[in-house]
């Protein structure tokens, strides 16, 4: 299975982004992420435009034969072993996770929320020709997890949905958002970021500690 990622950025959070290519390098083992589709191009427009850099990803990446495709988002963490939590995946079209969980660094608050028969955005998973007939939303549409998981499901699409996600889905107010938002406060507090660190690696717990300094 030759695979890629595609990582919509505008530009406009650059700790997390520099932050996001060191997660990428070692989720590709220590080496530079060669098959990744960085779409940083500047923004022409103050109008949300994840869905236009996806699909421009997308559509490199099927130009350059890859099979399969990963979203990566900029602002989010991954383990390590993300890519090898799916296993074996020649019978699959569309693999995630049936729960996400959100930590807002702004006010460490965080809450685990399960999903039906999709995954976020952020630890998405798709075979190329399974899009064969796909119609992309309107470029301004925020929530493209939604569209694909419930075209997978209308079409029949073979999925793979993990239930427990190590994943963890950051908010926190540094540039625009193509979803809800990142000021909201979560369920649960976390005055003392315990359940924070108990979630992210060592290093990244230092990363985003440090940066909860700063917004």
Not at 6 to 31: A, H, S, W
Not at 98 to 120: C, Q, V
Not at 198 to 212: A, G, H, N, P, R
């Amino acid at each position: 299975m030759n695979y890629c990622t595609i990582t919509p950025d505008r530009g406009d959070r650059g700790q997390l982004f520099e932050y996001c290519i060191k997660q990428l390098v070692k989720m590709n083992g220590g080496k530079p992420p060669v098959n990744a589709y960085i779409m940083n191009e500047r923004p022409v427009s103050d109008a949300v435009d994840l869905i236009p850099r996806i699909r421009e990803g997308f559509n490199k990446a099927k130009a350059d034969g890859f099979e399969f495709v990963f979203i990566i988002e900029s602002d989010d963490f991954y383990p390590t072993n993300y890519f090898s939590l799916f296993g074996d995946m020649p019978n699959v079209d569309f693999v995630g996770f049936s729960s996400t969980t959100y930590y807002n660094i702004r006010n460490k608050t965080f809450e685990i929320l399960k999903h039906k028969d999709r995954s976020s955005l952020f630890c998405t998973g798709f075979r190329i020709s399974a899009l064969d007939k796909f119609n992309w939303p309107n470029d301004n549409e925020k929530f493209l997890d939604v569209r694909l998981w419930e075209y997978a499901q209308r079409m029949g699409k073979r999925v793979r949905l993990i239930e427990d996600n190590p994943c963890v889905g950051i908010k926190h107010g540094i540039g625009k958002c193509a979803g809800k938002g990142h000021v909201m406060q979560l369920k649960n507090q976390d005055n003392n970021l315990h359940f924070f660190q108990s979630i992210v690696d060592t290093e990244s717990f230092e990363f985003y500690k440090q940066l909860m300094k700063t917004i």
